[in-house]
């Protein structure tokens, strides 16, 4: 006899008590099924602290919705009888109970929709209501613009969303965005970062680690040390604390690095909401009142806000109106192999050390290292946007498809040509000096460009403005790059370009530098 009406098929970033396949669940006629499967932990080889994120907070999500009542079919990596992949497990259980009703929400990841979608199944799909701007509304915003920006973008989410807006439909202090008032670098004395939240790991949490030490072994990143919330209650308490101690640092030193200060002033929180632990909403409201209270400036409010109804929306609207053609772009045609120190942080440039090093050992960095240190280079030495892509999807305890994809892509490798952002986001060594103090103590001189200790950025930042001038010169937002590389002389040029092959070819080679 069928006692069940509707399956739900709830994912392993979709731990939210407001999902909307979940929302009109009957908690005495449906089932909610859960499955934690190989395919997904090493489609690419994540890093072991992110798997052992979603594994627990899998489990304690399973927990809590059990507490609530419902009835919950979870199937743990080990169970004897796991298909291995999620369409196998939902044939496999969709055979078992014969539901009347398959209920999905919207998936993160192209790959895995397509592959649920053409499984055989009838399957009612909900709309991600986790956002502010639905896949058809963005694709509604895009239809016959020739070029999309963020910033356009952004004020309508403020229009629609009323955070930090006037009652005559103005924006509050007078501009849209304060990013020119959030790019300070640390001080070297006067200013010190909170001290990072850490969280126990609870006999769920342990049962997991012990699981992935046995199966992910091989895969980069270290799990000695993993403190990261892995539920509803930690993750509020891990964003309060960023209320109280970070965020009114924040808006002016969001851009800033330092030597082994992985967090500095940062949130740590995209991980938690990106597999549903908080809620972007109530995360603006806080922001928005911590202003209103004048517990914080302006710029920080803002900045903040901006990460999360401009990008974050943007990115997530982008995705899903471009793949899955989208993952093939190449507009450099980049064929460079991923340098082995990615994976090892092996590398004399203590840049690269310092951002690798950090997110091999908590899973994490922030967007400037990841943009402008660890992107930038994959960016100067052409390497192959698909490996940079699953580096970065492997690596960071909240990368997903959606939001990986597109700003690694887009943003670091301007792979799409310029389809999400305007100009390649390229610099030498002189950003990276400016922004941080590692240059300091590094085996390379930053205010050197030619010679066998200069700063690797420098010569590969020129090399890649003279080899890509055919297709950057014409972009209005690199005319000054070019009028500075015209100025030097032929013999300047000449030399950093020699000092870039040499570094490619060194590449090329295998060797680290």
């Given at each position: 006899m069928n006692n069940t009406r509707r399956l739900c098929l709830v994912l392993g970033d979709q731990l939210s008590f407001d999902l909307a396949s979940l929302t009109a669940?009957?908690?005495?006629?449906?089932?909610?099924?859960?499955?934690?499967?190989?395919?997904?932990?090493?489609?690419?080889?994540h890093h072991p602290q992110k798997i052992a994120l979603i594994f627990s907070a899998m489990r304690h999500f399973a927990s809590a919705l059990k507490l609530r009542g419902f009835c919950v079919h979870y199937v743990s990596l080990d169970d004897p009888q796991n298909a291995g992949s999620v369409p196998e497990e939902l044939l496999r259980w969709q055979s078992l109970l014969k539901p009347?009703?398959?209920?999905?929400?919207?998936?993160?990841?192209?790959?895995?929709?397509?592959?649920?979608?053409?499984?055989?199944?009838?399957?009612?799909?909900?709309?991600?209501?986790?956002?502010?701007?639905?896949r058809e509304a963005f694709a509604n915003w895009a239809k016959e613009k020739k070029q999309l920006r963020m910033e356009f973008f952004y004020r309508e989410m403020r229009q629609k969303s009323g955070l930090l807006m006037n009652s005559d439909g103005t924006p509050v202090g007078g501009s849209w965005n304060f990013d020119a008032d959030n790019r300070k670098a640390l001080p070297k004395k006067g200013v010190a970062a909170?001290?990072?939240?850490?969280?126990?790991?609870?006999?769920?949490?342990?049962?997991?680690?012990?699981?992935v030490r046995k199966?992910?072994?091989?895969?980069?990143?270290?799990?000695?040390?993993?403190?990261?919330?892995?539920?509803?209650?930690?993750?509020?308490?891990?964003?309060?604390?960023?209320?109280?101690?970070?965020?009114?640092?924040?808006?002016?030193?969001?851009d800033a690095m330092?030597?082994?200060?992985?967090?500095?002033?940062?949130?740590?929180?995209?991980?938690?909401?990106?597999?549903?632990?908080?809620?972007?909403?109530?995360?603006?409201?806080?922001?928005?009142?911590?202003?209103?209270?004048?517990?914080?400036?302006?710029?920080?409010?803002?900045?903040?806000?901006?990460?999360?109804?401009?990008?974050?929306?943007?990115?997530?609207?982008?995705?899903?109106?471009?793949?899955?053609?989208?993952?093939g772009y190449n507009a450099f045609a980049n064929s460079r192999s991923l340098p082995e120190f990615y994976w090892t942080g092996k590398t004399q440039m203590n840049c690269m050390r310092q951002a690798i090093g950090q997110s091999l050992e908590y899973a994490y960095a922030h967007h400037i290292q990841r943009l402008m240190v660890t992107g930038n280079f994959a960016l100067l030495a052409g390497i192959a946007p698909e490996e940079i892509c699953e580096w970065y999807l492997a690596i960071y305890m909240?990368?997903?498809?959606?939001v990986e994809l597109p700003n690694t892509l887009g943003m670091v490798m301007h792979a799409d040509g310029g389809f999400l952002g305007s100009k390649p986001y390229c610099a030498s060594g002189q950003y990276i000096n400016r922004m941080s103090d590692y240059c300091s103590s590094c085996a390379y001189n930053v205010r050197e460009s030619t010679s066998d200790d200069a700063c690797p950025?420098?010569?590969?930042?020129?090399?890649?403005?003279?080899?890509?001038?055919?297709?950057?010169?014409?972009?209005?937002?690199m005319a000054m790059t070019y009028k500075n590389l015209d100025r030097q002389t032929e013999s300047k040029r000449q030399a950093l370009w020699e000092r870039g092959q040499r570094l490619l070819n060194k590449l090329d080679c295998g060797e680290s530098f």
């Open positions: 669940l009957d908690a005495q006629r449906d089932a909610i099924l859960m499955v934690e499967v190989m395919e997904e932990a090493r489609h690419v080889p009347d009703e398959l209920h999905i929400t919207e998936c993160g990841d192209w790959r895995l929709e397509h592959s649920l979608k053409t499984c055989g199944l009838l399957i009612q799909w909900h709309s991600d209501t986790r956002f502010l701007c639905s909170p001290y990072p939240a850490r969280f126990s790991a609870d006999a769920i949490t342990q049962d997991v680690l012990q699981l199966h992910f072994a091989s895969h980069y990143g270290s799990i000695d040390v993993f403190d990261y919330p892995v539920t509803h209650a930690d993750a509020q308490s891990l964003w309060e604390y960023f209320l109280d101690y970070g965020l009114a640092g924040f808006g002016d030193y969001q330092a030597t082994d200060e992985p967090f500095l002033f940062h949130a740590r929180i995209s991980a938690a909401l990106n597999i549903g632990l908080l809620d972007f909403r109530k995360l603006c409201r806080d922001v928005e009142s911590a202003w209103q209270s004048g517990r914080i400036r302006l710029n920080a409010a803002e900045g903040f806000i901006r990460q999360l109804i401009g990008w974050r929306e943007y990115v997530h609207g982008v995705y899903w109106l471009k793949m899955p053609d989208y993952a909240d990368a997903f498809d959606w950025f420098n010569a590969l930042y020129w090399h890649f403005i003279m080899r890509h001038g055919e297709l950057l010169r014409t972009n209005h937002r």
